[in-house]
């Protein structure tokens, strides 16, 4: 007993113990939970999303994201059983989707194949915040080459094109990141998890469209042609030195401004445009009476003010704004600044700087991924117990053969 109290007391040992056990918080196993199905994505202009169910995400832990319960009150436990639920309703129903955050009137719709659709993208619910990654979980990973040779700066806005892409489109588990073969020629390498190789080639055909409009009218187009210049220097964006942040009841909040150029031929459109809007007053400044809306493929992403000296101007040079808020004024800094790059992305997405060629694809299939993950655990155990069996037939002592075995096991 004196041995066993000793080894436990031992301060290397409670450090390690302290370790397994934040380990086990943060991983938040839950092996004896009832089986439900997780969404992945929702699909834009679906049903489900307009039944207020969100696009998770990908900042989200695994157990944190949303997870289907049953349909119309019959339990869902997996990817099959949803799907084969699925296959016994008929479109243009209401179909009551009940979640962990709730409960959704979703209509059923029919796809392309006359198969009902509600718009959701799931898989089995994980036991753990472990991300087990692409290998592992199973989908498509894909290797594109510019299709002429680029720099950093350029590759590096390409990259922020395709995720903000990416994630417009309703794909959450999505990494996109650059990469060089030995010669030093670049590529981007998209890994996505969840989807088909068909899925994955038919977004990236997509040539990504952004809008600016007014009302019904646009303004004007992202791209070459209508926006020639997207400040991201410190020089003309940033923190809005006119206005700063400031302290809110819930923290903080700040501004940011960068300006764009406009074609000539934008520009005279604008204020073809502008010059019908009225003037209104709203917390002592003056704006038009409509906004100024992003379009992304069709897909509103951003609503500006636009302010009154606008007004029939056929300015080429324009300021944008925006904001951000944090409970601490750093918080508040860092997402304002996020959101700034967001937005400028958004802007030059309408034309990728580059062709992008796909080099290489490749679809993983998760029943790979299980039976590697099951091979891993075996190799393991069958490990474990070697050690342990060697390490007693050794030294036969307690207070040797514990802490190696708590050490292995951890």
Excluded at 276 to 288: C, H, I, N, R
Aim: aromatic content about 6%.
């Amino acid at each position: 007993m004196t041995t066993f109290k000793n080894i436990f007391t031992n301060w290397r040992v409670l450090l390690l113990l302290t370790a397994v056990l934040l380990s086990l918080i943060s991983i938040h196993p839950r092996l004896f939970e009832g089986d439900t199905v997780t969404i992945r994505s929702v699909v834009p202009n679906s049903s489900a999303l307009q039944a207020g169910i969100q696009n998770p995400s990908p900042r989200l832990t695994p157990l944190s994201r949303e997870a289907i319960i049953s349909l119309n009150g019959n339990r869902i436990t997996s990817v099959d059983n949803y799907y084969s639920y699925l296959s016994t309703l008929k479109t243009n129903r209401t179909i009551n989707v009940e979640t962990n955050k709730g409960v959704y009137s979703v209509s059923a719709r029919g796809n392309a194949l006359g198969q009902v659709d509600l718009g959701l993208r799931v898989y089995d619910t994980p036991r753990s915040n472990l991300r087990k990654g692409l290998d592992l979980e199973g989908g498509t990973r894909v290797l594109l080459r510019p299709a002429e040779p680029v720099g950093k700066d350029t590759l590096d806005i390409t990259i922020d094109n395709l995720k903000e892409r990416l994630n417009v489109y309703g794909l959450s588990d999505v990494s996109v990141r650059a990469a060089s073969d030995l010669s030093g020629e670049n590529f981007i390498l998209i890994e996505i998890a969840g989807v088909t190789e068909e899925e994955v080639k038919d977004l990236l055909a997509r040539q990504g469209k952004f809008e600016a409009k007014v009302g019904n009218e646009t303004v004007f187009f992202g791209g070459k042609k209508d926006i020639t210049y997207v400040c991201r220097t410190a020089d003309c964006s940033g923190i809005d030195p006119s206005r700063g942040c400031a302290q809110t009841q819930s923290g903080y909040g700040c501004s940011f401004f960068f300006t764009i150029t406009l074609s000539s031929e934008a520009a005279e459109r604008q204020a073809a445009i502008t010059d019908k809007l009225s003037v209104v007053s709203e917390d002592g400044s003056a704006y038009l009476s409509e906004n100024l809306l992003l379009y992304l493929d069709d897909k509103e992403v951003d609503s500006l003010r636009i302010g009154a000296e606008l007004k029939g101007r056929a300015t080429t040079s324009i300021q944008i704004s925006g904001g951000g808020s944090g409970r601490t004024q750093q918080e508040a800094v860092t997402t304002t600044l996020q959101n700034m790059k967001r937005l400028q992305t958004i802007i030059i997405t309408g034309s990728l700087p580059v062709k992008l060629e796909v080099e290489k694809m490749d679809t993983i299939s998760p029943s790979l991924g299980k039976e590697f993950l099951n091979n891993i655990i075996l190799v393991g155990a069958l490990a474990v117990v070697a050690v342990v069996g060697v390490v007693l037939f050794r030294y036969r002592k307690a207070r040797i053969i514990i802490p190696m075995v708590l050490t292995l096991l951890s």
